[in-house]
């Protein structure tokens, strides 16, 4: 789809606007739409069939196009994200009345979120369903407002968070036979390719030699081995030493392995991988914005497979730093290949601070529901600048606390640490715990995205599918390092 921004509106099938509740048409929105629509608005809403409560919306026709309103409901009492929802609201409006083109009229300040809104909701995942791929498709959108220096550069943004936001979500949704670990590798070369990142891919014999043992017994059940993935980009870069090494859990599947997960929890999880692809949409994104730093993506990636060469509860692994952990559980393999990717890029990069973004726990969504992705983080200034950001780009996060108690619960009983511990309840802050001993004094932060980066109930801006939760405020942490 293509975006673009104007100061009138072009010819289109359809023109959306969306006003507040009582709202009226302000003299320039009258002028864009021209008298007709005007006329017309105005005699509905004399005739009290629009009003702009929430939810409401009126279409109206002339010859050539459809001009639609939409009600944002009161304005003091707006929902968290509604401009976004807003705008997938109207991708889903034009998608409905079949246009090709379509216009928004944006009036307010929130040309940003009403467009990542338009982006997201306009997404559609087509691979298996032939009808689908068939369905008209909104082939361009034009935001009419000023066309000044700050909404073109804005345009920037937006045109990278489509394309990286539309791979990560279709990565995440991609069955994982057609993207195993091996296909991670493929899916990166293609995202190296024409950009300004290096590769590096380090295969299962590799990681062997290296000793990085959580990643080589999680991923020793399947047939395809484990992969750990690097992209590294520089730009300008100030010191040798990365700004940000971003880690992602690659799980491209997880059956949970012999503590095999039951009906009603295996199903969704080709979604493991999220925390990779998000890693992989980021190095995009930075790449093509061309943003100032040295940061990497390290993607670690393995499949909890179910086989007679799957790791057994009570084995233990050697780890990348040399810590033992015996495996209590093997569905908890997400921290595993974490730790390896954590030690890894510490040791390597030494970086001023170490993002990892995972989907590392249901017990995130019991907490913090289907919306808002766990933050901990060893220090709090790391955790604060998380949470800031994510603020700063309309994704919400809150941070669960990582006490030294927890970490005191990771202790091993014949081993140094071990992958679950009893007793504690608080299971995202325990695998946060976990993760926590593979940090030595990097500045670091874990992002739990176990309820956000699928969603099993539409809303404006996601079908039944991935979200691309998160990857704005890696892409923001980037811009702002
Ligand atoms: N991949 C799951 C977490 C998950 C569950 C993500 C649902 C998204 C939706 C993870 O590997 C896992 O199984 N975690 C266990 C940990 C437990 C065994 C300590 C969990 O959260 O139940
Ligand atoms: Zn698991
Ligand atoms: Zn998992």
């Given at each position: 789809?293509?975006?673009?921004?104007?100061?009138?509106?072009?010819?289109?099938?359809?023109?959306?606007?969306?006003?507040?509740?009582?709202?009226?048409?302000?003299?320039?929105?009258r002028k864009l739409i021209g008298t007709n629509f005007a006329k017309q608005a105005d005699e509905r809403i004399k005739a009290k069939d629009f009003d702009g409560s929430e939810g409401q919306t009126l279409i109206l026709f002339d010859k050539k196009q459809k001009f639609t309103m939409i009600g944002r409901g009161k304005k003091d009492k707006q929902m968290p994200n509604a401009s976004e929802m807003l705008g997938g609201t109207m991708a889903g409006l034009a998608k409905k009345l079949r246009a090709k083109k379509a216009a928004l009229i944006l009036d307010g300040k929130d040309l940003l979120q009403i467009a990542n809104g338009f982006i997201l909701g306009d997404y559609e995942f087509k691979h298996y369903k032939k009808e689908d791929a068939k369905a008209p498709k909104i082939v361009e959108v034009t935001f009419v407002t000023d066309k000044n220096k700050e909404n073109l550069e804005i345009l920037k943004t937006l045109n990278s968070f489509q394309e990286s936001s539309a791979l990560v979500r279709t990565l995440i949704n991609i069955i994982p036979s057609e993207l195993d670990p091996k296909g991670f590798v493929t899916e990166s070369e293609k995202v190296v390719k024409n950009r300004a990142l290096t590769l590096t891919v380090f295969d299962e014999k590799k990681l062997k030699t290296m000793g990085c043992g959580g990643l080589i017994g999680v991923g020793q059940g399947a047939k395809v081995g484990p992969r750990m993935i690097i992209l590294e980009y520089k730009n300008k870069a100030k010191s040798k030493n990365a700004d940000i090494v971003f880690v992602g859990k690659g799980v491209t599947f997880d059956t949970g392995g012999l503590n095999l997960k039951p009906s009603g929890h295996i199903e969704t999880m080709k979604q493991d991988m999220a925390g990779a692809a998000t890693v992989l949409g980021a190095m995009q994104a930075i790449a093509d914005q061309k943003l100032k730093g040295h940061f990497v993506g390290i993607l670690v990636c393995a499949e909890n497979a179910l086989s007679d060469k799957s790791v057994h509860p009570g084995d233990i692994l050697q780890m990348y730093n040399g810590k033992t952990v015996e495996v209590l559980n093997t569905d908890a393999e997400g921290r595993l290949i974490l730790a390896d990717g954590l030690a890894y890029a510490e040791?390597?990069?030494?970086?001023?601070m170490m993002v990892n973004i995972a989907t590392l726990t249901g017990a995130v969504s019991v907490a913090l529901g289907y919306k808002i992705s766990g933050v901990m983080g060893n220090n709090k200034k790391t955790t604060a600048k998380i949470l800031k950001t994510a603020e700063s780009v309309d994704e919400r996060m809150w941070e669960l606390p990582l006490d030294a108690d927890f970490v005191k619960a990771t202790e091993g009983n014949i081993s140094d640490l071990k992958n679950i511990?009893?007793?504690?309840?608080?299971?995202?802050?325990?695998?946060?715990?976990?993760l926590s001993n593979f940090v030595e004094k990097t500045p670091w932060a874990h992002i739990d995205i176990g309820g956000t980066a699928w969603a099993d109930k539409p809303t404006p801006t996601t079908k039944y599918g991935s979200t691309s939760a998160g990857l704005r405020t890696l892409i923001e942490l980037a811009k702002t390092a």
């Open positions: 789809m293509k975006l673009s921004i104007a100061n009138k509106v072009p010819a289109v099938d359809v023109i959306l606007i969306a006003l507040y509740e009582k709202e009226k048409l302000s003299a320039d929105a040791k390597q990069f030494k970086p001023k511990s009893d007793g504690m309840r608080a299971g995202s802050t325990m695998g946060g715990a976990f």
